[in-house]
């Protein structure tokens, strides 16, 4: 009897599908590291037409690898055909900045990619349909596809800063001298950029206040300059910008978001962070894709509301508030949304 057989596919839908976190992300999705082991998976990978050889190679290394739980694997450069039916979208694909270019350069261009594809989600995706964004600037460009689908529950778009999360939560451990599975309650707010705030007010390290564990102005200071500018470090000491890690974090964000982010061993909730879209928990704007702390069940990301927030922390979460709302300004001026 097999079981592979037994589950109907998901389809997952990679855009960007012949970059560099494409190809870090597909194997693993279709090893069952995102779904699960039981889980069968359809893979549509959409690029645009500089990009199809890229994915096509790639196609053809996962045939090779003959993974049991790959349904197929379809490529096309037509945002239509890669949104048909797809149950899991992930959004990879982008401009980035190149030089010489103005943040509202950068803004159109990208508007110019997740306004189409946004609609094409809206129009040809499955009911359950959600949505990760990857493609700097993340969380504008997960609001600009948002706005173009208005018949798809808002809370189903979604930003990366599960990368930022776990970043956090690895500095956080090494500082501490303790292993990664010691550390709990991190949180990341704000905008994917070097405005987040990584905060450790209600963190735990082995159970005891992360800030009595560590020094409090290293907590507060080094450390999140650390964190907020680690993308920066990766590209300096690599070379090019984090691609493993971040396939690692989106694959994550769409484990837990499906399978939930469960219970520790004395029974409290795991919580990690996502951009997800404000309803106006914690002061954020009403429709912003802020991170948050988040848990998910039930197939639902859920903001953990009731935290405390002191007046270094309002003031850390309000700066990065404020640079996604200037965002927003910027691509409603530019009629993007
Ligand atoms: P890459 O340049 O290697 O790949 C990007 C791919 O996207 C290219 O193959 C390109 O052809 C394709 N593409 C461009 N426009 C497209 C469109 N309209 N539809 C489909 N495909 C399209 O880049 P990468 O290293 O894979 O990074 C991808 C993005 O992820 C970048 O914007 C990067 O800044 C961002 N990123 C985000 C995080 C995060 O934590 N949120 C972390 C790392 C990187
Ligand atoms: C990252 O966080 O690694 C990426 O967003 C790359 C960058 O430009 O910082």
Not at 40 to 55: D, H, K, N, S, Y
Not at 193 to 199: F, L, M, N, V, W
Request: proline share 4%.
């Amino acid at each position: 009897h097999d079981t592979n057989t037994a589950k109907a596919p998901v389809t997952v839908t990679l855009t960007g599908a012949g970059g560099q976190i494409g190809y870090a992300a597909m194997f693993r999705i279709a090893a069952g590291d995102m779904l699960g082991a039981n889980q069968p998976v359809r893979l549509r990978l959409l690029e645009i037409p500089q990009g199809m050889r890229g994915a096509e190679g790639a196609a053809m290394e996962l045939a090779d690898c003959a993974f049991p739980l790959l349904a197929g694997v379809d490529i096309t450069d037509d945002p239509g055909a890669g949104f048909e039916g797809a149950n899991i979208a992930m959004l990879i694909g982008s401009r980035p900045r190149t030089a010489g270019m103005e943040r509202g350069d950068l803004l159109a261009a990208n508007g110019a990619i997740f306004g189409p594809q946004g609609a094409a989600i809206g129009a040809g995706a499955a009911d359950d349909v959600r949505v990760i964004v990857v493609g700097n600037p993340a969380n504008t460009n997960a609001l600009i596809a948002q706005q173009h689908a208005p018949d798809v529950p808002a809370s189903r778009f979604t930003a990366l800063t599960r990368l930022d999360h776990n970043r956090a939560v690895g500095l956080l451990a090494a500082e501490a001298g303790v292993a990664v599975s010691e550390v709990d309650g991190v949180t990341i707010w704000g905008n994917h950029s070097a405005t987040q705030y990584p905060d450790l007010s209600h963190a735990t390290v082995a159970g005891r206040p992360a800030l009595d564990a560590v020094d409090a102005s290293w907590a507060r200071g080094a450390y999140i300059e650390r964190v907020a500018k680690r993308g920066a470090e990766i590209i300096e000491v690599r070379g090019g910008s984090s691609v493993a890690s971040a396939a690692n974090a989106a694959i994550e964000h769409v484990r837990d978001w499906v399978l939930g982010t469960g219970t520790a061993a004395d029974g409290v909730p795991r919580r990690t962070s996502a951009a997800v879209v404000s309803h106006g928990e914690y002061g954020v704007p009403e429709g912003l894709v802020s991170s948050f702390p988040v848990v998910s069940h039930g197939g639902d990301w859920e903001i953990v509301e009731g935290l405390s927030v002191d007046v270094f922390s309002r003031e850390r979460i309000g700066a990065s508030v404020a640079e996604l709302e200037a965002e927003r300004d910027a691509v409603r001026e530019l009629g993007l949304i």
